[in-house]
């Protein structure tokens, strides 16, 4: 959304700009637009807070003494079934997209996406003090630290999949360390026995799996609190000061539209 503001606040100078910077121009709407992209970073700053915030208040826990309820575990992927990518890669998780990508009259390049999901296995997490089950069906998984970068999204592979067409995949491998918040519950084996598991909760509740340590998760979230959070305050002064100056000027140009009385 802050993106989009920009675009919006571009588009819109650059026809003021080719129409002679014309006095009837409604130019009010530069102080608002910005304003509204103000308010949009400094919302997102308060989700970066209250997810920082969910961190803190979620107890971490070692893998053998995770405790039923919400928690926090950090550890190693361990593969507990042979799962293979659609590049022929081994793993615990990975997500695809199939793209198409064409050159219309006018030389742009489009996308078309031809197919995408998720495939994922029940693996282990384990760390110094054993491993817990966990089952990746419904997480949210974070690929933002993936290798390979396009405008839209990062990825760890990329691959000609046939004549104007892109494989793109993400994937958790086996042995990578991974910072997981999630349910911990009781399920049992069919042998009877019971083992503690690691997956979707209630509605409301997070699971959520990322590529990279806790105290790296931390810092990124509190970088992305404050960017987010000055360039809020930043847009907000800008566009009360871009108000007072445009108002005088909105309103000359809103009385030069209405028909003159004699």
């Not at 007072?244 to 009385?255: I, Q, T």
Request: aromatic share 10%; net charge positive.
């Amino acid at each position: 959304l802050g993106m989009l503001g920009f675009l919006v606040i571009g588009f819109i100078f650059l026809v003021d700009f080719r129409s002679g910077l014309k006095p009837g121009f409604p130019r009010i709407i530069y102080p608002i637009i910005c304003t509204i992209q103000g308010l949009v970073f400094l919302y997102s700053s308060l989700v970066y807070w209250r997810f920082s915030r969910l961190m803190s208040d979620t107890p971490t826990s070692k893998a053998r003494s995770a405790a039923v309820g919400l928690v926090e575990v950090c550890g190693k992927a361990i593969a507990t079934q042979e799962l293979c990518s659609a590049s022929g890669k081994k793993c615990v998780l990975y997500t695809f997209e199939i793209v198409e990508e064409k050159t219309d009259h006018k030389g742009r390049k489009r996308e078309r996406i031809i197919n995408s999901g998720t495939l994922s296995a029940s693996f282990l997490l384990e760390d110094d003090t054993g491993a817990i089950l966990v089952n990746p069906d419904q997480a949210q998984v974070d690929f933002s630290n993936a290798t390979r970068s396009n405008h839209k999204q990062s990825w760890d592979i990329v691959l000609p999949y046939g004549p104007d067409m892109e494989l793109r995949e993400n994937l958790i491998f086996p042995g990578e360390i991974l910072y997981i918040i999630g349910r911990v519950d009781k399920e049992f084996k069919p042998d009877g026995t019971q083992h503690r598991v690691i997956h979707k909760g209630h509605t409301k509740e997070p699971f959520l799996i990322f590529r990279e340590r806790e105290t790296q998760v931390q810092k990124r979230i509190e970088r992305s609190f404050w960017k987010c959070f000055a360039l809020g305050i930043i847009l907000v002064i800008i566009g009360i000061c871009l108000f007072n100056v445009f108002h005088d000027m909105s309103l000359l140009s809103l009385s030069a539209l209405l028909p003159q009385s004699f």
